[in-house]
């Protein structure tokens, strides 16, 4: 099996050392820097060479090290190692000797280095998705609630434009400026700073459990431009249709 390797490389000697992710952060160490090892409180401490930050296989919260065999032989002779890395060159076929090491040494053989918390965060992946559904819904309502309620707080202003000569063009206008201006401030302010918090809320939460903390975006990200142009065009085609339809002397009779 391979490992994951965040930052760095994994060690190739002796004297080196790669941590996870939450050791890295108790002991405030990183790359480069110096850490004393030992088995045990009594045994005496060897120093070792940070040279990589890894994701491993069983930490739940990216806590613990991983170094070579010699390296774990100069700590502690009779120590037994908890799991060895094995990587594969381009050229082997991957299924067939992973049975061939099962069967030579009896070994139990994983090909999946998936810490616990990853493999719990993709059981719950679909709620994200119900939770960007319905802000999207309640961004609709918002939009046509907004444009709605300008139609009936500017009635009165509108209705005494019309009367002095505006025509049904200028009114479609009005309320597609309107729709125009929130459907950018959607865009243009709501959705990077929506993804930056997203982006920093994953980052908090992987750096944490030890695993990478790249960000990926969904393509399904693409579709909220056309989605808000929609909504908006259907909110404004809706609200300029009311203002239109409104008679202009029974709004200014209510004056």
């Known amino acids: 099996v391979g490992i994951t390797v965040l930052r760095g490389r994994a060690p190739q000697s002796s004297s080196e050392i790669a941590l996870g992710a939450g050791t890295v952060r108790d002991l405030g160490r990183d790359i480069g820097d110096i850490v004393r ?25 990216g806590s613990g090290a991983l170094m070579t065999r ?12 908890q799991f060895d890395v094995v990587r594969f060159g381009d050229d082997i076929d991957h299924k067939t000797a992973v049975a061939r090491l099962i069967d030579a040494h009896d070994l139990a053989v994983t090909t999946e280095l998936i810490p ?13 998705i119900f939770g960007a559904i319905t802000v999207a819904l309640l961004g ?3 939009v046509a609630y907004t444009l709605a309620g300008a139609a009936r ?5 509108r209705a005494v434009l019309r009367a002095l000569g505006m025509t049904s063009s200028d009114v479609r206008s009005v309320a597609s400026w309107q729709g125009f201006l929130i459907a950018a401030a959607i865009l243009v302010i709501g959705a990077p700073l929506g993804l930056l918090a997203g982006a920093a809320a994953w980052r908090s939460i992987a750096d944490r459990m030890g695993v990478s903390t790249t960000v990926t975006i969904s393509p399904w990200v693409a579709w909220m431009v056309p989605a808000v142009v929609t909504i908006t065009v259907l909110a404004t085609s809706l609200s300029a249709h009311r203002q239109r339809s409104l008679a202009v002397a029974t709004v200014l009779r209510v004056e």
């Open 70 to 81: 010699d390296g774990l032989a100069v700590i502690n002779p009779d120590a037994a190692p």
């Open 116 to 128: 616990a918390q990853v493999a719990n965060l993709w059981r719950v992946r679909s709620l994200p």
């Open 153 to 157: 707080s500017q009635s009165k202003d």
């Open 37 to 61: 090892v030992k088995a045990t409180s009594n045994a005496p401490a060897t120093s070792m060479t940070v040279v990589g930050v890894v994701v491993l296989l069983g930490s739940p919260s």
């Open 140 to 142: 609709a309502v918002f």
